[in-house]
């Protein structure tokens, strides 16, 4: 595991209680985002104000347009992206105050923030939206908002990565299926359809990353590999311009942190995270 990576897996669960735990979920039906996806769609892509379902479906990267199109932009129609930036921020630190208990924040969350205010955002929308917005005032919210913007410039990092082998939206999917993820649970979760998902693969199949067992091959291995490296070599940047002992202590302070995070999130999910994170 690179060393951005092994950060992304610690940081990653701090984000990602926003929605996987009761009261990620309750913020949000509070709010007036009734269901899983509103509230999903609602607070990952409130950093970007109005903005069309076009929008979001090019900086997701790997959703069928038609799932988006299902929530945005009537989500807004039920309340507004402030009320949802709102919502995603009581929810996550209520949650991680919770899993918490009695370990300590504050130098994590100073940490991780010099990290993120560290991140280079030029080419990075979704990343450089949420570093755009006012900083939390308490050590767990500062904790998650930093862990926030860190996934979301990864998350742009690794579709730059995608694009520059050729591997956009569903194929990216499609091929890593073939490799370590189950379909039903990607297909399911991103909206494609079967038909959608025949044609990625017969696209696959002709560039020869994909065998006719629908199992990826060792061209199909070296083109994802490429796309990771890319994503970690920008994901690694932050870290190296907030320095080396700021990123060793981090790995020691937030490692505890993330682990609490951890026991709440499912074994696997769509975010691609290892079952363990450390």
């Known amino acids: 595991m690179t060393p951005a990576?092994?950060?992304?897996?610690?940081?990653?669960p701090l984000h990602a209680v926003t929605y996987f735990t009761e009261e990620g979920k309750d913020a949000f039906q509070?709010?007036?985002?009734?269901?899983?996806?509103?509230?999903?769609?609602?607070?990952r892509s409130a950093p970007l104000g109005l903005a069309p379902a076009?929008?979001?479906?090019?900086?997701?990267?790997?959703?069928?347009?038609?799932?988006v199109e299902r929530a945005i932009p009537?989500?807004?129609?039920?309340?507004?992206?402030?009320?949802?930036l709102d919502a995603r921020l009581t929810g996550?630190?209520?949650?991680?105050?919770?899993?918490?208990g009695d370990l300590p924040v504050d130098e994590a969350a100073s940490l991780l923030r010099a990290v993120a205010e560290?991140?280079?955002?030029?080419?990075?929308?979704?990343?450089?939206?949420?570093?755009?917005?006012p900083w939390p005032d308490e050590p767990v919210g500062v904790l998650w908002h930093a862990a926030t913007v860190l996934r979301e410039l990864r998350g742009d990092g690794h579709l730059t990565g995608q694009l520059a082998v050729g591997l956009g939206g569903i194929d990216t999917i499609v091929l890593r299926c073939g490799h370590d993820m189950p379909r039903d649970l990607m297909q399911f979760a991103r909206g494609w359809t079967d038909d959608e998902w025949a044609d990625s693969v017969t696209r696959l199949q002709e560039r020869g990353l994909l065998g006719e067992d629908e199992r990826i091959t060792d061209d199909g291995l070296d083109a994802m590999a490429?796309?990771?490296?890319?994503?970690d070599r920008l994901a690694q940047e932050p870290w190296d311009r907030a320095g080396?002992?700021?990123t060793a202590r981090f790995v020691e302070v937030g490692t505890p942190l993330s682990l609490a995070a951890r026991t709440e999130l499912p074994d696997v999910t769509p975010l691609g995270l290892p079952n363990e994170s450390a």
């Not at 509070?30 to 607070?43: M, Q």
């Open 5 to 12: 990576r092994h950060l992304w897996t610690i940081f990653e």
């Open 30 to 43: 509070a709010a007036g985002f009734r269901g899983f996806w509103r509230g999903y769609f609602a607070g």
């Open 54 to 67: 076009s929008v979001t479906t090019a900086l997701y990267g790997n959703f069928a347009p038609q799932m």
């Open 74 to 84: 009537s989500i807004w129609d039920l309340a507004s992206p402030e009320t949802a």
């Open 92 to 100: 996550s630190v209520g949650a991680l105050t919770r899993l918490f």
């Open 118 to 133: 560290a991140a280079p955002t030029s080419g990075r929308a979704l990343g450089a939206a949420n570093a755009a917005l």
């Open 226 to 231: 490429l796309a990771e490296e890319i994503t």
């Open 244 to 246: 080396a002992e700021v």
